[in-house]
């Protein structure tokens, strides 16, 4: 059975869920982000609680701080990613730059939790137990995550980037 508790935020998340998603959806430019970040939001007022029931107001001002992480973690992942880029482009000469540069772009084009498991795994050089510390998870859970992100990375890549690897 519901708490009374339960009950309030089932209709809090009922009446405002579709207005706090439209305010996220309208200032960024990715649908099923949109919704994750909206649930973000009631997940929040969920573990505030706050002593008055949370209105419309709370919510869009929740909504507000959510999006201004969001714009924040997006310019961090470009600047990661123009940084490996230039990185891939000076570090070595010749032909290994190509494929550095190639490696930067197929990073580029993952989702972002494929791109943050292989960054861990092969840029700060963490080991399975660190990994799974670091994502929060277990070490099974862990390899699991650096396995799909691997196979994304795979079918991402150009073929002949993965057959210098292999080789």
């Known amino acids: 059975m519901l708490a009374a508790s339960e009950h309030d935020f089932i209709d809090l998340h009922t009446q405002h869920f579709g207005r706090v998603y439209r305010y996220i959806a309208y200032r960024i430019n990715d649908l099923p982000r949109a919704e994750e970040l909206a649930a973000d939001v009631f997940r929040i ?24 992480n969001e714009y924040k973690g997006r310019r961090r ?74 196979r994304a990375f795979a079918k991402v890549a150009p073929a002949e980037l993965m057959t210098e690897r292999k080789g």
């Open 45 to 68: 007022a969920w573990e505030k609680q706050p002593a008055e029931p949370p209105g419309i107001g709370w919510l869009l001002a929740t909504a507000r701080r959510v999006l201004s």
């Open 77 to 150: 992942r470009l600047e990661l990613i123009d940084r490996l880029k230039d990185q891939a482009r000076s570090e070595t000469p010749g032909s290994n730059e190509d494929e550095q540069a190639a490696v930067a772009d197929v990073l580029s084009r993952l989702n972002e939790r494929d791109r943050e498991v292989l960054m861990l795994s092969y840029w700060d050089d963490l080991t399975t137990a660190e990994l799974a510390q670091a994502l929060g998870c277990s070490p099974s859970a862990a390899a699991v995550r650096l396995h799909r992100a691997r």
